[in-house]
């Protein structure tokens, strides 16, 4: 199993910019996909960005296409997801997560059905 453990959240104004840590240890070469997830208060919880790890290639959420990037640094065993242009809306506590079966499409690598394990989160707080 990995174990992963999430890092730079905080809070910034409206069009700032944050870059949020994954630390995956374990069994980091099981993992098919990584991805980010955020929830806010009363809503379920998204997709935000998957990677597969793999070939690397990557999908987002239509909410944050063109102003987040998720990257992996094998090397260090860590995800990133760099938010860039960030609104109120974004602001949620977000996840990473772990998915140690393969799972194909767009739709498939985002929902968070498909991944079996998870961080404590980090939250994000975008003010007006």
């Known amino acids: 199993q990995v174990q992963l453990v999430e890092s730079g959240g905080g809070s910034v104004q409206a069009g700032g910019s944050l870059r949020l840590s994954c630390a995956a240890s374990g069994s980091t070469y099981s993992s098919y996909s990584m991805g980010w997830f955020r929830q806010a208060p009363g809503k379920e919880r998204e997709g935000v960005a998957s990677i597969y790890t793999s070939n690397r290639d990557t999908y987002y959420a239509d909410s944050v296409k063109g102003r987040f990037t998720i990257s992996q640094d094998n090397a260090k065993n860590t995800l990133y997801l760099q938010m860039n242009s960030l609104k109120p809306e974004d602001t949620a506590m977000y996840y990473c997560?772990?998915?140690?079966?393969?799972?194909?499409?767009?739709?498939?690598?985002?929902?968070?059905?498909?991944?079996?394990?998870w961080g404590q989160g980090t939250r994000v707080t975008v003010s007006s």
């Open positions: 997560a772990a998915a140690s079966r393969p799972v194909y499409g767009r739709w498939a690598v985002l929902a968070a059905t498909n991944y079996n394990a």
